[in-house]
Every structure is written in structure tokens, then in C-alpha cells.
């Protein structure tokens, strides 16, 4: 049972489209960065180029509202799971997996979304990886509409990923988003999470599938924020802000 029920704030139309509207800007960014590339640049010049295009916006880079962190993204590579800080001293390679995460608040509201990069010499079972996660994405908010258990979502996700061979990372959760980065309710990736929590209209959420070559586990890595997989194996991650409509789910990030 999901002890947050209580809490989840629902929203109207207008507050919808406003959220929208700092989607835009995360989906924006993502159409340039693929368009400029990524090999050969430092993980710091991206974040700097991701803070200069919210800041053009007059919106503000959402995560650096989280005590303690001081960039616009979290740039994870390879094994880095998720919160790999920016950093003047590692380019991008052609073999990397690169998972750009952006948050972005404007005027108040908040959205959030993440995209898994891959290049030419990524190998055929990495793209596999990173295929599956964007699949099992789209997969689970195709799946929503309201009066379904929200449970529905972490079905899909490891049903689609466990077919293919690969594990969800069960200690992240997707959540709630938009009066704040991180709301009500948790929405987990797995399939027995015994949430009972039934969808709504107007509800607004942040999906995010985080999948693995290895076992599941995590670690620390040297880095302050940083999570790992704790054998070292390879993850993707994907998310979409979607809002919960009368119909199903829109992409507010899309």
C-alpha cells in the first residue's frame, strides 16, 4: 500500500500546460545536444551548454534547488548509474554510454527527463541494453489511463526488460513532479511493489525505467553523488514527464 496517497497533488489543465512548458525547454535541449554530438567534449562543456540554454529560457536548472549539487545535469556514463557530476577532465568516447538527466523549473513549475546516448562503436548488446530501456518506457506510459493501478507501470517495465535478458535497478523509482522536482507519489520499476495506489486524471509523473546488463545492485562510487553498479556492468535509464488524461498519458517531455 502506497502510504503517500494522501499527498499526491493532482493538477488542473492550466498547471498542466505550464509544466509543459518547462518540458519544452528538456526536450529542446536534447534535439541540440544530439544535433552538435557529444564525442570528443568534456561531460562539463555538455552541462555548460545544457545551464546556458535554461538560463536563455529564463527558467532555472532544477536540480541545482538540491542542496549540495551545482550543476544543471547529471551526466552518468557506462557503469555510473545515475548522478555522475560533470567533469572538466572526461570526454565522451565513441564506445560510451552517456545518460544526460535535466531538470528544469519555470515560473514555478517543474519537469524532468532523461536520455540514454549511444555512438559508433558502442557495441550490439550495449544497444540492445539501451533499446530495451527506451522500450520499456514508451511501453509503460502507453500502458496508463485512469482507473488502472499504478502498479501497471513497474509490470510493464520489468516484463519487457526481464524478456530481454536484462534487470531493473529496483532501487530507483520514478515519482511525482511539477508544484516540485520530486513529489508524491514513488513509482516503482518492478512489478511486485504492492502499491495500491489507483491512476487519476490530472496526475503528472515522471517515469523512468533504470535497467542493467548485471544483477541490479548498486554502490557508491568516488564521487559525492554518483551511484554504480556494483559489478560493474553496463545501464541505461530513460524518463518522460507524462500527465495522466481522460484518454491516457501525454508526454510533457516529448
Same mark, same amino acid.
Given at each position: 500500500m502506497n502510504n503517500n496517497?494522501?499527498?499526491?497533488?493532482?493538477?488542473?489543465?492550466?498547471?498542466i500546460s505550464r509544466i509543459a512548458e518547462a518540458g519544452?525547454? /528538456?526536450?529542446? /535541449?536534447?534535439?541540440?545536444? %544530439?544535433?552538435n554530438g557529444l564525442v570528443g567534449r568534456t561531460t562539463w562543456e555538455i552541462d555548460s551548454f545544457i545551464d546556458e540554454s535554461i538560463t536563455k529560457k529564463k527558467a532555472r536548472a532544477a536540480f541545482k534547488t538540491k542542496t549540495g549539487y551545482r550543476y544543471a545535469s547529471c551526466i552518468s556514463l557506462n557503469e555510473v548509474i545515475v548522478h555522475g557530476q560533470p567533469s572538466k577532465k572526461r570526454k565522451i568516447k565513441p564506445s560510451d554510454i552517456v545518460k544526460i538527466d535535466i531538470g528544469v523549473s519555470l515560473k514555478g513549475f517543474f519537469a524532468d527527463s532523461c536520455k540514454t546516448?549511444?555512438?559508433? %562503436?558502442? @557495441? @550490439?548488446e550495449s544497444m540492445r541494453l539501451v533499446?530495451?530501456?527506451?522500450?520499456?518506457?514508451?511501453s509503460a506510459i502507453s500502458a496508463i489511463s485512469p482507473g488502472k493501478p499504478i502498479n501497471i507501470i513497474g509490470q510493464t517495465i520489468e516484463k519487457i526488460t526481464q524478456e530481454q535478458g536484462f534487470n531493473? /535497478?529496483?532501487?530507483?523509482?520514478?515519482?511525482?513532479?511539477?508544484?516540485?522536482?520530486? *513529489?508524491p507519489p514513488t513509482v516503482f520499476n518492478f512489478a511486485d511493489s504492492g502499491d495500491d495506489y489507483i491512476i487519476k486524471e490530472?496526475?503528472?509523473?515522471?517515469? *523512468? @525505467?533504470?535497467?542493467?546488463?548485471?544483477?541490479?545492485?548498486?554502490k557508491k562510487d568516488d564521487?559525492?553523488?554518483?551511484?554504480v553498479t556494483a559489478d560493474s556492468e553496463l545501464s541505461a535509464h530513460f524518463e518522460?514527464?507524462?500527465?495522466?488524461? *481522460?484518454?491516457?498519458?501525454?508526454?510533457?517531455?516529448?
Open positions: 496517497k494522501r499527498q499526491v497533488k493532482l493538477k488542473s489543465a492550466e498547471q519544452q525547454i /528538456i526536450s529542446d /535541449i536534447f534535439v541540440k545536444i %544530439e544535433k546516448f549511444t555512438f559508433t %562503436e558502442c @557495441p @550490439p533499446n530495451t530501456c527506451e522500450n520499456a518506457l514508451m531493473v /535497478i529496483r532501487n530507483m523509482t520514478g515519482h511525482g513532479v511539477g508544484f516540485l522536482l520530486h *513529489e490530472g496526475l503528472v509523473l515522471a517515469i *523512468e @525505467p533504470i535497467i542493467t546488463s548485471g544483477c541490479g545492485q548498486i564521487d559525492t553523488w554518483a551511484l518522460h514527464t507524462i500527465a495522466v488524461t *481522460e484518454t491516457g498519458a501525454i508526454l510533457l517531455t516529448g
